[in-house]
Nanobody, 125 residues
Framework: QVQLVESGGGSVQAGGSLRLSCSTS????????MGWFRQAPGKEREFVAA????????NYVDSVKGRFIIFRDNAKTAVYLRMNSLKPEDTAVYSC??????????????????WGQGTQVTVAS
């Protein structure tokens, strides 16, 4: 049974940093694209970043470019999202997900078959 479990969320002041982790189990994700999405209250789920597990190619939404970094650890079968220079508008529940789509086509919620439960990130002004 495929499982994705996020951790690392929390509350920080604007300008602070957090590192989210997504641990995987129950499957082999070497050929997958792994993505991070976020959903703020009253808003639709939004693509944040994605990475191809095979070669590390990544893709980001414009609003986080230069601040967030997505990376993976093959040995730990985990994917991470390093978030720097956080802003109040980054406040949301962050979820990781797995897709068989290529990374350049993986900015859509519908591209993902597996999802974690999410972790809350709150950025205070």
């Amino acid at each position: 049974q495929v499982q994705l479990v996020e951790s690392g969320g929390g509350s920080v002041q604007a300008g602070g940093s957090l590192r989210l982790s997504c641990s995987t189990s129950g499957g082999t994700f070497s050929g997958y694209t792994m993505g991070w999405f976020r959903q703020a209250p009253g808003k639709e789920r939004e693509f944040v970043a994605a990475i191809a597990w095979s070669d590390g190619t990544s893709n980001y939404v414009d609003s986080v470019k230069g601040r967030f970094i997505i990376f993976r650890d093959n040995a730990k079968t985990a994917v991470y999202l390093r978030m720097n220079s956080l802003k109040p508008e980054d406040t949301a529940v962050y979820s990781c997900a797995a897709s068989t789509s290529r990374v350049e086509r993986a900015a859509r919620v519908g591209a993902y078959a597996y999802w974690g439960q999410g972790t809350q990130v709150t950025v205070a002004s």
